[in-house]
């Protein structure tokens, strides 16, 4: 019976509070199971420069739960960040994705970025994994891009920048992931040691319709050109978008509109042929 009610939650209608609970319990044990039976996958995102050239991609996780089908991430990861199962889910991601990167030569895949939970930036010991599993594979560091989100200055942006400076020290490159959707003073975004905004895909999405979300784009490239900061514009799903974007000196993008996320296999015969068309 939790599981019908299990599906329920899944399709939309609105639970008890009770159900909820016992859902997510039930949720949570099926995701720790998940792991040592095998049931997670990464799918992989191209992200292209201004000549659609892929130059990395995002990693984001993937459940097929044996029953209920496949879980969207929105859902899954946040029952795992109630508990440290999202630091269990997230190493075994880092490690997947530094084994890629040793297995691929830089200039096959020169970058995998990777999402963090601030549950899991702010455990202690953070910074030390990182720098074991990006040693034991044997990968510079800088080719990995960790993303975070607005969320980590909830307990205060100097103790965000000092965790950040840490890893900034051992190379790794740092994104701010679904910029404008969380606190979005721009004022705390010179004290941050960032690499890389990406624009939320609310903005991008609404570009066509809407001219303030127009006007709020532009605003994030130009602030961001004038701090150094890279910015990838993600959900990009239209030429018209992408256009927009160009023209106002946007040279990242991620989106439909060039790839969905893909399995490693489709993901792997894409870079083979970036190379095989770069050397004609
Ligand atoms: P995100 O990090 O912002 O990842 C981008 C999401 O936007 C992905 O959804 C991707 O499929 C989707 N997307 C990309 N381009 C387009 C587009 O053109 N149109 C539309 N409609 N969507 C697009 P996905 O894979 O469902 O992941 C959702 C979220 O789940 C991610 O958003 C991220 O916040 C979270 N997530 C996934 N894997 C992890 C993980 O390993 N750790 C953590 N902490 N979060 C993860
Ligand atoms: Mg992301
Ligand atoms: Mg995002
Ligand atoms: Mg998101």
């Known amino acids: 019976q939790a599981k019908m009610k299990g599906r329920a939650q899944i399709c939309g209608y609105e639970p008890s509070m009770q159900t909820q609970m016992s859902w997510r319990l039930e949720m949570e044990q099926a995701l720790r199971l998940a792991l040592v039976e095998e049931q997670l996958s990464i799918a992989f995102q191209p992200q292209l420069d201004e000549r659609e050239r892929v130059i990395g991609g995002e990693a984001l996780m993937r459940w097929h739960h044996p029953r209920h089908g496949w879980i969207s991430p929105e859902v899954f990861i946040a029952i795992a960040e109630e508990s440290d199962l999202i630091v269990e889910l997230e190493t075994w991601m880092l490690d997947r994705c530094c084994e890629l990167l040793s297995r691929l030569p830089v200039d096959v895949l020169p970058r995998l970025s990777v999402n963090i939970s601030v549950r899991h930036f702010t455990q ?37 920048v000092e965790r950040m400076r840490a890893l900034k020290r051992l190379g790794v490159h740092l994104a701010l992931d ?15 040691p960032l690499d890389e905004l990406k624009i939320d895909r609310s903005f991008v999405s609404n570009l066509d319709a809407d001219g303030s979300d127009a006007a709020i784009v532009e605003t994030i490239l130009s602030m961001a050109q004038h701090l150094g900061i890279d910015v990838v514009a993600e959900g990009v799903e239209n030429r018209a978008q992408r256009d927009f974007l160009l023209m106002r000196g946007c040279r990242l993008f991620q989106g439909f509109f060039f790839h969905r996320p893909m399995p490693l296999e489709d993901f792997e015969r894409l870079l083979a042929e970036r190379v095989g068309s770069d050397a004609v």
């Open 124 to 160: 202690p010991g953070f910074v030390e994994g990182l720098t074991w599993v990006t040693g034991t594979h044997g990968i510079d560091p800088a080719r990995l891009v960790v993303e975070l989100t607005e969320s980590i200055m909830i307990d205060g942006v100097a103790d965000a």
């Open 178 to 192: 679904d910029f404008g959707t969380g606190f979005s003073s721009l004022a705390y975004l010179k004290s941050l």
